[in-house]
């Protein structure tokens, strides 16, 4: 009888270990959201054959290798925090790596990925932006033609909180990515104001 119950309570707790998982990371990703700084990191071009995995546009960044620092080496896969400055644009650089957690709240937690002439690059936290199914494809194709003229103007606004990192919004033509697709649509149709649902 108590082996009977030591199995209940063996599956209980790992139900709520695969339920609270999850419903942690969505709590803490709204904390970061709400009471995070918000920075603008210009996107880079991405390879149109690679853009799109689902239900998510895949992201690059211009903002994503970090000056060496002599004497100190950093190796691929260690977790590293990232300083934060922005530029005379307004838009978000990565300054330096250290390895222990900074004062302020212009950091975030990365993965270092490699070296190359001089430079870290690292993995940032977000490199997603999650829409609809049915609206992703749509999105991909209209973020990777407006990168692929030359526009410098699409960008994401990622909220930091204590070195965590949540991505709020992807902006292609200085509009959100939905308005964005909107206004395509509407060129395209005639002036019709049909939006994606």
Known sequence: M???????????VLALGQIGVPVAMIV????????G???KFRTAPVDPFDALRGRY????????FVPEVE???????RKVYALIEEDAEGF???TRLVEDRPEGDAYMRVEVGYTYDGKVHVDLPFDRYYLEEDIAPEAEDAYWKHRRVGNRDAYVIVRVWWGDAALEELYVGGKPILEFLADQNRAGRGGRTERPQ
């Open 71 to 77: 004497g100190v080496e950093f190796v691929g896969g």
């Open 28 to 35: 803490q990703r709204e904390r970061v959201i709400s009471h």
């Open 92 to 94: 978000a650089r990565l």
């Open 2 to 12: 108590t082996r009977r119950y030591v199995v209940l309570g063996l599956f209980a």
């Open 57 to 64: 546009v895949a992201l690059d960044f211009e903002a994503d």
């Open 37 to 39: 700084r918000a920075f």
